[in-house]
């Protein structure tokens, strides 16, 4: 092999290696964001998806999402164990991961923190308020802002843009920037 050949091999090589680091970061960052999705689908799923007339709706829910909310109520515990350790290598930088990656996690997180909470609160309102035409607006209109804003992350991961998402992503950006300082 010619010295040119070679050279362009390697060249060649960086480039592959690059564009797959590229492409599992952002792969790992929209993986993430099943955190979230998962919660949303526990609390306000079943509310969302049995209540419309649509079989198909109704047939995803039943084979498909119930199975993972299931497995989420069977092993909250577990979940919220991985899920706090994640956070805290990525808020830690303990694992050698780009700021991209970090940040996509952690906002990820973040939002799953926030549709807990939210689900929780749900949970906690009068039976007549939850199973009325207002509790179903509310729940849907919870779930499918949540499902948007899901996309709209990973749209903009899948192009290597950080998602803005109002003071969750300030967060974020703060937690990554303390795992820096707390190399140092």
Request: proline share 2%; hydrophobic share 50%.
């Amino acid at each position: 092999m010619s010295r040119d050949n070679y050279l362009k091999f390697n060249e060649l090589k960086i480039k592959l290696v690059g564009f797959l680091t590229k492409f599992v970061g952002r792969g790992i960052s929209i993986l993430a964001y099943i955190f979230p999705f998962i919660e949303i689908s526990y609390y306000f799923g079943a509310k969302v998806f049995l209540s419309v007339e649509s079989s198909t709706l109704q047939y995803l829910y039943t084979n498909y999402i119930s199975k993972v909310s299931g497995f989420y109520e069977a092993n909250s515990y577990l979940v919220f164990i991985v899920m706090v350790a994640i956070f805290m290598v990525c808020s830690r930088g303990t694992v050698k991961l780009s700021r991209f990656v970090r940040f996509n996690i952690i906002q990820a997180i973040l939002i799953n923190i926030l549709c807990s909470c939210v689900g929780s609160i749900f949970t906690l309102l009068p039976l007549w308020l939850r199973e009325s035409v207002l509790g179903l607006i509310i729940a849907t209109g919870f779930y499918l802002g949540v499902i948007i804003l899901i996309l709209y992350a990973s749209l903009l991961i899948f192009y290597g843009l950080y998602p803005s998402i109002p003071v969750v992503s300030e967060a974020a950006r703060l937690q990554v920037f303390r795992g820096y300082i707390d190399e140092e």
